[in-house]
């Protein structure tokens, strides 16, 4: 079945970049997110990538994407305080983009001035 | 441009009592989506609405769930009786035709069920 893993907390210095990993299992999703879940608020659209390409950058954010593996990471260069969130990794569930999300159980970012 | 709007924020309830949220999608969205959202959890979905049609509601438990979204714009989702395990945040998320890749989020309803 499809699902979504990620590791649970990373804790790193403000200035420091950020490395956040996800795996995925359904090889038929058409587009991967990245979603941050700050307190009390909803879930904010970071960043996406489509299935056939293998990296995505805008501005400090670094999206890497091995099909092969079936591994997604983002990369928050120079962290800052602000960045302290929850950050989802989503695959769109089945083939095609049919609006399914499956989200992974989120990774906490905390950032340490 | 307002975001997605849900009412209310928070809701503590006993259980056995019934409950309903609101949703208020941005303008123009005619996909909807309402989320379940446990503690330290992702979201899931629980129903999604093109206009006023149920296109994937698989995931919604039928037996106290219900969800409606009558004139294609404003949507309800209401729990009939309301148990313990159903303590959570409900999310409402909108998305423009046909960007399904672009769901934005409400700040979502807390309920707590004592």
């Known amino acids: 079945g499809e699902d979504v893993e990620q590791s649970l907390f990373l804790s790193v210095r403000e200035g420091d970049s950020s490395v956040i990993n996800c795996t995925y299992t359904d090889s038929s999703s058409t587009y991967l997110y990245w979603y941050k879940q700050e307190p009390g608020a909803g879930l904010q659209l970071l960043t996406y990538?489509?299935?056939?390409?293998d990296m995505k950058q805008d501005q400090r954010l670094t999206v890497l994407l091995n099909k092969k593996d079936k591994h997604l990471s983002l990369r928050i260069a120079d962290t800052q305080t602000g960045d302290s969130a929850i950050y989802f990794c989503a695959e769109s569930g089945g083939s095609g983009n049919t609006g399914k999300l499956i989200f992974g159980q989120g990774t906490t970012l905390q950032v340490k001035p | 441009e307002a975001g997605v709007v849900q009412s209310p924020r928070y809701k503590i309830i006993e259980k056995k009592q019934p409950v309903a949220f609101w949703c208020n999608p941005i303008?123009?969205?005619?996909?909807l989506y309402w989320y379940l959202q446990n503690l330290g959890q992702g979201p899931e979905l629980l129903i999604r609405?093109?206009?006023?049609?149920?296109?994937?509601d698989s995931q919604l438990p039928k037996d106290r769930f219900s969800a409606e979204r009558l004139k294609g714009v404003d949507s309800t989702l209401k729990i009939q009786p309301a148990e313990l395990g159903d303590s959570a945040v409900y999310l409402c998320a909108s998305s423009p035709p046909p960007l399904y890749n672009e769901q934005f989020f409400g700040p979502g309803t807390r309920l707590t069920v004592l």
């Open positions: 990538i489509f299935s056939n390409m």
């Open positions: 609405y093109e206009n006023e049609e149920a296109v994937d």
């Open positions: 303008s123009g969205h005619n996909t």
